[in-house]
């Protein structure tokens, strides 16, 4: 039976990989798919109204599973010392608040939304960042003392320093051009996720 495990923790890998990957490609698509937004001021929540907005509805519900699929086959890959229960709890609630995310999108134009709705929205779009960003945080401090992961756990580390630097950054800084910095965020979250994916895979291989 032990046998299936690794089999079943590398196709985990693979599947947050695919979402990794088909969110940002639904995320760059939708850029220049429509034009009436300037992605410079932009956030990802515009687009999910309107046209194209399925896909990257759909996008978001991909990415949300295989941050969930990552988060509990992780938890099982590594060796003990290199766990925390509370990793997969974070990264498993900001998966069901990225999904909320994309169910009640924000308002945009042209698309308005009720006061709840834009509660809603806000809420599982802030906790979503929160939730995963401290997920990661907590998991990249441990990930080197499992030794299959010491070679990806310092550059682990730091993306998940960055990508909740830059979060802070964002919510804080006014100044900053809405749509970039907050992409810029999510650049740095799809990096982490996908360096995890990926190594899980090969560590699940070996």
Do not use: N
């Not at 590398?10 to 947050?16: D, H, I, P, Q, W």
């Not at 941050?67 to 709890?89: D, S």
């Not at 939304?113 to 779009?125: C, M, Q, T």
């Amino acid at each position: 039976m032990q046998m299936h495990v690794p089999a079943r923790t590398s196709r985990s890998g693979l599947l947050a990989l695919a979402a990794v990957f088909h969110f940002l490609l639904a995320a760059v698509a939708v850029q220049f798919l429509r034009p009436e937004y300037d992605p410079w001021q932009a956030p990802l929540s515009l687009y999910l109204s309107g046209d194209w907005g399925m896909w990257l509805r759909t996008a978001y519900y991909g990415l949300a599973l295989g941050v969930a699929v990552l988060a509990l086959h992780l938890y099982r890959g590594l060796l003990p010392p290199a766990r925390y229960t509370l990793v997969p709890v974070l990264l498993v609630a900001g998966a069901a608040a990225l999904a909320a995310t994309a169910t009640w999108p924000g308002p945009a134009p042209g698309y308005p939304v009720d006061e709840l709705g834009v509660l809603v929205h806000r809420i599982s779009a802030m906790a979503a960042f929160l939730l995963v960003g401290s997920g990661m945080l907590l998991q990249s401090a441990v990930l080197h003392r499992d030794p299959r992961w010491r070679g990806v756990a310092p550059l682990a580390l730091v993306l998940a320093v960055l990508a909740f630097a830059g979060l802070w950054a964002h919510a804080l800084w006014r100044e900053l051009p809405r749509g970039a910095s907050q992409k810029a965020v999510v650049a740095l979250y799809l990096a982490w996720l996908g360096l995890c994916a990926w190594r899980q895979h090969a560590t699940a291989r070996r």
